[in-house]
């Protein structure tokens, strides 16, 4: 409800790698995320962009409002880009927040 952690979330010990690709919301730089590794285990899944280039990932990241308004179900999570996770930033917490 406030919104502010109180430092008492655990930080992840299962995160993307440096080098991962991942899809995500469009808010990277927001304040703690939910992540998703995809379906295949170590293998990427393909995906499609709006400009018909493909590529593949290994997660899904979101901000806290967008996994709420998914109600938490990745399939649900609107996506709006790619990337490659870059060192260990940004941190993610795991499970809901308060
Ligand atoms: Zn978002």
Redo the contacts with the bound molecule.
Sequence with gaps: MTGHDGGKRRLSPRQPKKGDVIIH???LN?DGHHFFSLPGGDRNVWFVRPDGTRGEAAWIV??D??WRAADGNPAAIKIHGDGIWNNDDPILYEGPTE
């Design positions: 919301c469009g808010h927001v979101a901000c409002d967008c």
